[in-house]
C-alpha cells in the first residue's frame, strides 16, 4: 500500500491541477462546513490549506529537501479512507515529491509533532479521480512527523 501511495503522490505532483476558481470555493465550504459540524478551530494557510497544530515537538520543522518519516491516516470529509499506515508502522517520502498539501503542511509539524490538514482539491489531486478518491475532492490527513 505504502508503494502505491508513493506512486500516487508522486504522479499528483507532476500534474497540474485542473481544480477551478469554483473549486477552490466549494472545497474552502466543505472545509469550514466540516470544522463547524464537529466543533473545530483550524488555521487558515494562505494556500487555502486549514491545519490543527494537535501537538507540539521539539522545535525543529524540516523542509522541502527532507525525506520525512510519518505515521498518517488519510480520508475525506464523510470519513471514507484511502491511505495510511498501519499498526504503529512508520512510512518515508521525499518531501519534494508528495502532493503541495503535504508540502505546505508537514514544514507547520515540529520533529515529534502531529496534526491535521484538511486539502483542498488543487492542493491534492486536482480534478484527478485516484484510486478511490474522487475528482476535486477535500483530503483529510492526521498526520505524526516522527523524524526527516
Known amino acids: 500500500m505504502k508503494s502505491n501511495f508513493l506512486f500516487l503522490v508522486i504522479l499528483a505532483s507532476l500534474i497540474i491541477s485542473g481544480c477551478s476558481k469554483d ?13 463547524e459540524a464537529n466543533n473545530l478551530q483550524a488555521e487558515e494557510h494562505e494556500s487555502g490549506l486549514f491545519y490543527i497544530i494537535e501537538e507540539t515537538g521539539d522545535g525543529n520543522h524540516p523542509n522541502i529537501t527532507n525525506e520525512v518519516e510519518v505515521r498518517y491516516t488519510g480520508t475525506l470529509l464523510d470519513g471514507t479512507f484511502f491511505d495510511g499506515t498501519q499498526d504503529g508502522e512508520t512510512a518515508s517520502f521525499p518531501l519534494e515529491y508528495l502532493i503541495p498539501g503535504w508540502q505546505i503542511g508537514i514544514p507547520l509539524l515540529e520533529r515529534g509533532g502531529s496534526g491535521k ?10 480534478s484527478q479521480a485516484t484510486g478511490n478518491i474522487p475528482a476535486n475532492s477535500v483530503l483529510l490527513f492526521d498526520i505524526e512527523l516522527v523524524d526527516f
Open 23 to 35: 473549486y477552490a470555493k466549494i472545497n474552502r465550504e466543505e472545509i469550514l462546513d466540516y470544522l
Open 117 to 126: 490538514f484538511f486539502i483542498p482539491s488543487e492542493l491534492g489531486y486536482g
